[in-house]
Each structure stands twice: as C-alpha cells, then as structure tokens.
C-alpha cells in the first residue's frame, strides 16, 4: 500500500515563504513523476508544477520565477520552496505521485490529503 503525506502548510504574509513537503512510501516502490496540485475555494484543481525521476520541471506560469520544485529520489521525498507568496496561491496543495509503468501495481496514481496553504495580503 502507497501512503502519501504532505506537511509545510500554513498561514504567512503576502510576499513571505513556504516550504512544503510530500513524503511517499510503500514496499518496493518506484515513482515515475511526483507533482504538486492546488485547488482553491470554487475552483479546479490545478497543476503547479511537476518532476520527473531524471529532475526535468514543469511550472504552470503563474508560478514560475518563484516556486522552485525538488525531489530526493533515494528518500521518495517532494518538495516545493515557494517565495513571494500572493493571496492568490491560497489553496490546498496536494501531492502526487505516479508509479512506474514498468512494474506491475494495483494502482498507479496516489494522491496525498493536502495541506492548506493561506496567504493574507
């Protein structure tokens, strides 16, 4: 069973910091692509920003030049450092992560519950 933990989440003043983490385990796994999602009050949930196990990023572009998006591949750890924060990135940031399609798994994709992330202006 994939377990998937988020942690780093918070209240902090427009233009302050955040580091958040994702922690995924299990027995003998191995992850492809780990990701962070966010999902704000009405809206979709949100891409914003993903690594892959070789460390190439994707940003969504409302975040780029200030979220930077890390991964420890021997931990199976995440992280995202997120500077000058707006009250526009208030939301719950989930983790995901995907497993590698060169083994067999019962499931693929595992998302953590979320941490929420609150920014005042």
């Known amino acids: 069973q994939v377990q998937v933990v988020e942690s780093g989440g918070g209240l902090v003043q427009a233009g302050g910091s955040l580091r958040l983490s994702c922690a995924a385990s299990g027995d003998t796994i191995c992850i492809s692509a780990m990701a962070w999602y966010r999902q704000a009050p009405g809206k979709e949930r949100e891409l914003v920003a993903s690594?892959?196990?070789?460390?190439?990023?994707i940003y969504a572009d409302s975040v780029k030049g200030r979220f930077t998006i890390s991964r420890d591949n021997a931990k199976n750890t995440l992280y995202i450092q997120m500077n000058s924060l707006r009250p526009e990135d208030t939301a719950v940031y989930y983790c995901?992560?995907?497993?590698?399609?060169?083994?067999?798994?019962?499931?693929?994709?595992?998302w953590g519950q979320g941490t929420q992330v609150t920014v005042s202006s």
């Open positions: 995901n992560a995907d497993l590698c399609a060169d083994y067999y798994y019962p499931q693929y994709d595992h």
């Open positions: 690594v892959t196990s070789g460390h190439s990023t």
